[in-house]
T-cell receptor, first 111, second 113 residues
Framework: RKEVEQDPGPFNVPEGATVAFNCTYSNSASQSFFWYRQDCRKEPKLLMS???SGNEDGRFTAQLNRASQYISLLIRDSKLSDSATYLC????????????FGTGTQLKVEL | EAQVTQNPRYLITVTGKKLTVTCSQNMNHEYMSWYRQDPGLGLRQIYY???????DKGDVPEGYKVSRKEKRNFPLILESPSPNQTSLYFC????????????FGPGTRLTVT
């Protein structure tokens, strides 16, 4: 089982749609969780951190479910400019202080 | 402007010809790392550095070397590149350790023939 798993997509949605991505992680000791956005062939950039209480930033909402070991990202009123790959990233402390990246979920927002 | 720079951005080379990819950050970050990104495999860490003169292996260190003589610079060295090192490489830095936001460089696309 991969340490961090995401549905690769692509998710093709019309502009204005609401879309949700899920990500599961295997290590219950994982401590911090993030969503990064990566545009085609460019560097990943932090979209938002994910907190236990859930957090919202404009049209984006992130949730963490520690019991089921998954995190989610909800995008409301999607825009063409939201088209990108969304990377789920999990930090697990310990000997390796390991930051593990999912392979990403591709989103395509269409007219 | 706070940034991480990498050079070169694109490189085509031949098997066995030593090369260095430079990485520099201007944010006074202690932590720096190198990743490679391959289709279907995601970002995988090659090496990381907690501070000057402190480096350690990541998940896929074979065939790579690094050094951290100055806080701002973290070059990646391929002593004898092979075709399986053809990849997209990213340097990243962060304020402290990996649990904090990573700032990535623009990437270096390396092709080894």
């Amino acid at each position: 089982r991969k340490e961090v798993e995401q549905d690769p997509g692509p998710f093709n949605v019309p502009e204005g749609a609401t879309v949700a991505f899920n990500c599961t992680y295997s290590n219950s000791a994982s401590q911090s969780f993030f969503w990064y956005r990566q545009d085609c062939r460019k560097e990943p950039k932090l979209l938002m951190s994910v907190y236990s209480s859930g957090n919202e930033d404009g049209r984006f909402t992130a949730q963490l479910n520690r019991a089921s070991q998954y995190i989610s990202l909800l995008i409301r009123d999607s825009k063409l400019s939201d088209s990108a790959t969304y990377l789920c990233v999990v930090y697990t402390p310990g000997g390796g202080n390991k930051l593990t990246f999912g392979t990403g979920t591709q989103l395509k927002v269409e007219l | 402007e706070a940034q991480v720079t990498q050079n070169p951005r694109y490189l085509i080379t031949v098997t066995g010809k030593k090369l260095t990819v430079t990485c520099s950050q201007n944010m006074n970050h202690e932590y720096m790392s190198w990743y490679r990104q391959d289709p279907g495999l995601g970002l995988r860490q090659i090496y990381y550095s907690m501070n000057v003169e402190v480096t350690d292996k990541g998940d896929v260190p074979e065939g790579y070397k690094v050094s951290r003589k100055e806080k701002r610079n973290f070059p990646l060295i391929l002593e004898s590149p092979s075709p399986n090192q053809t990849s997209l490489y990213f340097c990243a830095s962060s304020r402290e350790r990996e649990g904090y936001e990573q700032y990535f460089g623009p990437g270096t696309r390396l092709t080894v023939t």
